[in-house]
């Protein structure tokens, strides 16, 4: 070995490091000739050794069974792979590897669904989910790994040529709309699909490694590698984090909505009595609402629909007003118009436009016009028949005609979708347009008076029906009134509660989550919505500046849709009372996670949340609309949910900064220990402020104890900043490790960590990193230098 090049030896390390453990050498439980299984409620099934996955039928939604391989030790028994997706077995179907060798599947009459085309002497379900037929030398002779179809496992190699192709929908694994392709030309992409057909439309989600590419390997350590013919590691989707196989399940699946996931599922229940469920690790595209548009075909949604993202950062494909979806029962469905649309016979009086903020149909325009006011576009689009949308965004109008495509909703389109609707219709009347629909029903009343006018019985009551119809009228005009009264910020795509409503929602605000300068957060639960449960943050009256922050809060919080942000879901604002309704965290605050828990969470949970800090405050910065100073970066206002992932919560103090505006000075806003210097010298506050809190976050996110901490014997140890600085000074950072035992591997992202911070507390602002950076430093993108000493600063 020694007698090698020094490149050659690289080439095999990292050929070791990435290849996944031969088949061969696996322990397995033979299955022989002659075996089988049958189709049924009580279906028996073939093991792998340790029992971890499982070869049979499962039953589908729709009827039949699937031949699949699942996780077996999981309740809800989730699938990797499926000989016969497109076609379920009638129940009595029956899988065997008969005495020639062939491993086939028939239905109950003997016709054959899907057969294995080699001879095999035996079969094997291996420890890793892989199925194998082998020969009588124990050859591979065909397996399961080699033809996925909607995900990969750990040690699954996704090789030149192999592809995953998206299911239907959650309960449909047919093959849908969306394919993942290690292409021969070393290209990994993503594309839409020609549905039904298998060719793709359009990529939206690539490496660009035309010519180096060779495998897309899952790595029995749990890292996604992309290796070059010669064994060198390539770019990636993701962020290359591993994650330990001996703790948790794993899985990458290209998932039914286009957007490729990596799973984790603890094999140990860690959660506190809690059941355990799967937990996104990583994803990609992180909005595939807006990752793609397509030249044919309807977009991720289905023609004329709108995609926006859900709380869950899955898309949610929603139909405008005066639309309704196709088909109901299916998340993508197209949506068709409920009224008739205008001909060019000068019915334009009969139309009007709603309007829906951040909407936007891309490549459906057919005119465009720069320059003109928003009331020329809608004159314009009024008095074209064909135009059945206007897009309107700084003084550029767009016009388009159905069916439209690509359809969004997002904050980062901007602009307003101007949608044409009828508004005398004798199919669809909306209440809307109250005025228009008053009089055609006051026309059908008289024209119904003189056809039926020798009736004095029937004139009297038509009479009586338009008399109702006007007091209907009237009620629906106070209800509305109220309704706009409450409804007070334009733009705003939320629910807008009734203060009885979130009275009723929190049981009288009886069960109280936490408390701050201006608010109270209680725990409450939407009757109308099967109890989904809430956090209702209710706002003091008694602070002078309550209502300023309340707008700030409900206009810019609302605007901002990322994984790693506690998501809004409502408001109230109805006479005194003012009120957020947030998503509800389960598992609380991090503090409560960090500080008082016990035992410590992990070293691998510490580190995600670190991320997902970071990836949420680099969103707030630099990624959103309008740009957010948050002020009060602390592990309080960090929010954890049933899988531990973290959000940021609580923007009531954040500045809101004009895009044009990168500065701002201001009185002193956040919490003592985590606020930034330069808020006690009179200096310009920028995003800055929020590095330097996320640093002394950092510190303590990975040694698990306040950043002062009295109780220490060691006073050189009692600010852990200042303790940290003198251990990266002295090159010794493990004297702040708080687990005895931990890999190489994560003693230096250890350390990485504690520099990455270092460099986050500087005093002089200008020295600490954008958040984009930092998070390219703890992704290992960019390196990290030695940092300076943080108090070198001189004002």
């Keep these: 070995m020694a007698s090698l090049p020094l490149m050659n030896m690289l080439v095999i390390t990292v050929m070791l490091l990435v290849l996944p453990i031969p088949a061969t050498a696996q322990s397995r439980t033979n299955i022989t000739l002659g075996s089988s299984l049958v189709a049924n409620a009580a279906t028996s099934t073939w093991l792998s050794p340790s029992a971890e996955f499982a070869f049979g039928f499962q039953p589908t939604a729709g009827g039949g069974y699937l031949l699949a391989i699942w996780f077996h030790k999981i309740p809800e028994k989730t699938i990797i792979w499926s000989a016969n997706r497109d076609n379920p077995a009638p129940e009595g179907s029956t899988v065997r590897l008969a005495a020639n060798g062939r491993l086939q599947l028939s239905d109950p009459s003997g016709r054959q669904f899907w057969a294995a085309d080699p001879a095999a002497a035996y079969a094997a379900l291996l420890d890793t989910g892989n199925l194998v037929l082998f020969s009588a030398a124990s050859e591979n002779l065909w397996q399961s790994f080699d033809q996925p179809t909607d995900t990969l496992v750990p040690s699954q190699i996704l090789n030149q040529g192999g592809q995953l192709i998206s299911s239907f929908s959650d309960k449909n694994y047919s093959r849908g709309r969306f394919f993942f392709a290690m292409q021969s030309d070393g290209n990994l992409v993503g594309y839409t699909r020609n549905f039904p057909m298998n060719d793709g439309i359009k990529a939206y989600l690539a490496t660009m490694t035309v010519g180096d ?27 290359n984090t591993g994650a330990s196989t001996a703790q948790f399940y794993q899985r990458l699946t290209l998932d039914y909505d286009g957007v490729l996931r990596r799973y984790l599922y603890p094999k140990s229940n860690s959660s506190g009595g809690r059941p355990a469920a799967w937990s996104v690790f990583e994803f990609s595209p992180s909005n595939i609402c807006t990752a793609v548009t397509q030249d044919t075909g309807g977009g991720v949604c289905g023609l004329n629909s709108l995609c926006s993202l859900g709380t869950d950062q899955r898309p949610r494909c929603t139909c405008p007003w005066g639309y309704s979806a196709i088909d109901p029962n299916y998340w993508a469905t197209a949506c068709k118009r409920d009224f008739l649309p205008q001909t060019c016979d000068h019915d334009q009086d009969h139309f009007g436009f709603n309007d829906m903020p951040d909407a936007d149909w891309p490549l459906s325009d057919y005119a465009h016009f720069t320059q003109v006011s928003e009331d020329w576009c809608r004159q314009d689009c009024l008095a074209d028949c064909f135009c059945d949308v206007a897009i309107y965004r700084n003084t550029d109008c767009w016009k388009k005609r159905v069916p439209l495509s690509n359809g969004k909703i997002d904050s980062g389109v901007q602009g307003k ?240 900064m004009r895009a044009d505006q990168t500065r701002t000075t201001t009185g002193i806003r956040g919490t003592r220990g985590y606020v930034a210097p330069e808020w006690f010298r009179n200096m310009p506050i920028t995003v800055k402020v929020d590095v330097y809190s996320y640093g002394i976050m950092l510190l303590e996110l990975v040694c698990c104890r306040k950043n002062f901490d009295p109780d220490v014997e060691d006073q050189r140890r009692q600010i852990l900043s200042d303790w940290a600085y003198d251990c990266c000074c002295d090159g010794a950072v493990e ?57 070198s600063f001189v004002c």
């Excluded at 390997?217 to 770019?235: E, K, M, P, Q, W």
């Excluded at 201006?518 to 706002?539: C, F, H, N, P």
């Excluded at 430093?777 to 940092?787: I, K, T």
């Design 735 to 791: 004297e702040m490790l708080v687990e005895e035992e931990m890999r190489d591997d994560d003693i230096k992202r250890f350390e990485k960590m504690v520099r990455i911070a270092m460099w986050c507390v500087q005093e002089d602002p200008e020295l600490r990193p954008q958040m984009k950076r930092v998070v390219h430093m703890l992704e290992g993108s960019a390196e990290v230098p030695p940092p300076p000493d943080p108090a």
């Design 213 to 239: 590419g060779f495998r897309y390997i899952f790595n029995a350590s749990g890292y996604l590698n992309l290796v070059a013919r010669n064994g060198t590691l390539l770019r990636n989707i993701f962020s």
């Design 417 to 656: 979708a101007l949608i044409k609707v009828r508004t005398r219709n004798s199919t669809v009347v909306s209440p809307s347009f109250g005025r228009s629909g008053k009089r055609n029903r006051d026309a059908f009343i008289i024209a119904g008076a003189v056809l039926l006018g020798t009736s004095v019985f029937l004139n009297i009551l038509l009479l009586v029906s338009k008399l109702l119809f006007n007091s209907r009228r009237t009620w629906s005009r106070v209800e509305e009134g109220e309704g706009n009264k409450r409804s007070v910020y334009p733009g705003v795509n939320i629910r807008c509660f009734s203060f009885k409503e979130l009275e009723e929602a929190t049981n009288g605000f009886s069960e109280q989550l936490g408390n701050g300068a201006y608010s109270t957060v209680y725990k409450g639960a939407l009757i109308d919505e099967d109890g989904k449960m809430v956090a209702v943050k209710k706002l003091s009256r008694m602070v002078d500046d309550a209502e300023k922050e309340f707008r700030a809060e409900v206009s810019s919080i609302s605007k901002t849709n990322h994984k790693n942000l506690v998501q809004l879901l409502g408001y109230c604002d109805e006479g005194q009372n003012r009120l957020l309704v947030y998503e509800f965290m389960s598992n609380g605050s991090l503090a409560t996670f960090l500080f008082e828990n016990s035992p410590k969470p992990n070293w691998y949970t510490r580190v995600q949340i670190a991320f997902a800090v970071a990836r949420g405050l680099c969103y707030l910065h630099e990624e959103c609309s309008t740009q957010i100073i948050h002020c009060d970066i602390k592990p309080q206002n960090v929010l954890l949910d049933d899988a531990h992932t973290a959000k940021i919560s609580d923007f009531g103090l954040a500045k809101l």
